[in-house]
């Protein structure tokens, strides 16, 4: 997994998507043609860090390595500028963890290989003003 | 174009501890094959979780070598979910552009060899491993995040939702080849252990082995009614379904039937028989609306005053679909087809009586890639 964090280790951290240069069209996660007006005039945008929850789900099954987030809480965040993204929510109370509940994005471990290997770093997004 | 599906084969779909991926595929694509009473020229197998679940790849060698059959062309195809369907989609056009005379069509998928957490990561391989896998997002949880979305939409609970569930194990009950033969109440599938709420693990499909074999050709020399495919049609929109302008609307299944009925010049209304990608109840409810046999946000109430019972008029799943017969993905659409086709030839395990047409509806992720089929007995 190194080599392809390393490469998008700046993504993890400062949530960096795509705006398109033609039609100002922004996505996350970054992408090479314009799904709006098919342009390949594409620069790098860092997403806002804010946004509101509008669909949430509590998990009870994980992926290998993920074992000790469950119950892992999950959220589909519309951010400030309208682009969708999934993410853990973490810090939050779950009766907090509702639609349209306002929340930031918080810099946390995602992962590491083993007790002694590489950790991985990343954006979670936790609920403010509840 | 003129495809004729000439033979048939699969597997229960279960746990097959002693059978690797190969001899499920060899199980299938050999009662396929003696169905048919050909020899194909042309196989197509088609598959997702291979090199991950059985270290495997270059399949469509190993297991024509198995067969007996060389000196044709052989391959594998992936697409994920919809791989089947996509397969049979690719040998329908090459059957009717090359010089071929049948095509063999397998779909296997082994799923029980892996852990438990590995099952998990790997029904999530189709998803972006960059920005879902990395970040343990499950497929589950992304149906979970979609049902969300479509129960606050049309006000609907997970509890009316759960009524697909219902339908989709009573349907099942005496389908020998299905994993489940065996009838949930509504109570039990609403009091089962949540999976990523508000999913509960009644509702989502079970992990499970299986294999599907076709044989497509020009000409029938089965001992079967002839069953041809009166339309092939694919289409794909964005691969997460959270970039979507409308997250959800199904863009792909949309443009699919609308190919589909212009391409086999039926009306919706002359459709008998309906097997779709009935992963989750919110995903069922959607397909359904998007195709237009309920109207929005009524699905799960036409359910319930079985409007897709078996003798109804419009039979959905009739061997459980997704969630009762099984979900060995790549197998999935192989499936779906045989049990229309079955149906058309009067030779499934429900009796169903007037059914002439039917429509098969496969996908992968959350309608990224779809891939239609509309099935009728020959005039």
New interface residues.
């Given amino acids: 997994m190194s080599v392809s964090y390393w490469r998008l280790r700046d993504r993890y951290y400062r949530i960096i998507g795509s705006i398109c240069d033609s039609c100002n069209y922004e996505s996350f996660p970054k992408f090479n043609t314009c799904p709006k007006c098919k342009s390949h005039d594409i620069s790098d945008k860092e997403m806002p860090h804010t946004g509101k929850i509008i669909s949430y789900t509590l998990s009870y099954e994980s992926m290998p390595g993920f074992e000790h987030e469950l119950p892992m809480s999950i959220g589909l965040i519309k951010l400030d500028n309208g682009v969708n993204i999934v993410s853990q929510l973490v810090d939050s109370e779950v009766e907090d963890i509702k639609i349209n509940a306002n929340v930031k994005a918080v810099f946390r471990k995602i992962n590491a290989d083993g007790n002694s290997g590489q950790i991985y770093y990343g954006y979670k997004f936790k609920v403010i003003n509840a | 174009m003129q495809t004729k599906i000439s033979g048939t084969g699969l597997t229960k779909i279960t746990d097959h501890w002693s059978k690797s991926i190969v001899d499920l595929a060899i199980d299938s694509a050999r009662q396929a094959i003696s169905e048919s009473n050909t020899s194909p020229d042309m196989i197509i197998f088609a598959n997702t979780l291979s090199s991950y679940s059985s270290s495997q790849e270059n399949l469509s060698t190993i297991i024509s070598e198995e067969l007996g059959l060389s000196d044709i062309t052989t391959f594998k195809l992936e697409s994920s979910s919809c791989s089947g369907a996509m397969a049979v989609n690719i040998g329908h056009k090459l059957l009717n552009s090359d010089n071929l005379e049948s095509v063999l069509i397998i779909g296997a998928e082994k799923m029980t060899d892996l852990?438990?957490?590995?099952t998990?990561?790997a029904t999530?391989l189709g998803e972006?491993?960059?920005?879902?896998?990395?970040?343990?997002?499950?497929m589950?949880?992304?149906y979970?995040?979609?049902s969300?979305?479509y129960m606050?939409k049309y006000d609907v609970t997970s509890e009316e939702l759960s009524q697909f569930s219902v339908l989709s194990h009573k349907h099942s009950v005496t389908c020998k080849h299905a994993q489940f033969n065996r009838e949930f109440s509504l109570d039990s599938i609403n009091k089962s252990?949540?999976?990523?709420?508000?999913?509960r693990m009644l509702n989502c499909s079970p992990i499970g082995d299986g294999s599907a074999s076709l044989v497509l050709s020009k000409t029938n020399n089965s001992n079967f009614d002839d069953v041809n495919i009166l339309s092939s049609t694919s289409s794909n929109s964005?691969t997460?379904f959270?970039?979507r302008e409308d997250?959800l609307k199904f863009y792909s299944t949309t443009s699919c039937l609308n190919k589909s009925l212009a391409e086999s010049k039926i009306k919706l209304e002359d459709i008998d028989l309906l097997e779709i990608h009935d992963v989750v109840p919110a995903i069922t409810a959607n397909i359904l609306e998007t195709m237009g046999f309920s109207k929005p946000g009524n699905a799960s109430s036409d359910v319930l005053s079985g409007r897709y019972d078996l003798n109804s008029k419009v039979t959905l799943s009739s061997s459980g679909g997704l969630k009762a017969r099984g979900n060995p993905l790549s197998a999935t659409g192989i499936y779906q087809i045989i049990e229309v086709t079955r149906q058309l030839q009067n030779r499934s395990h429900a009796d169903l009586e007037n059914k002439n047409i039917g429509l098969c509806h496969n996908m992968s992720g959350i309608d990224s890639n779809t891939v239609v089929h509309v099935l009728g007995v020959a005039n």
Avoid: D, M, V
């Fill in positions: 852990s438990p957490a590995e998990i990561k999530a972006s491993y960059e920005y879902t896998q990395f970040f343990g997002i499950t589950n949880s992304l979970a995040l979609f969300r979305l606050e252990a949540t999976i990523s709420s508000p999913l964005s997460s959270f970039s997250l």
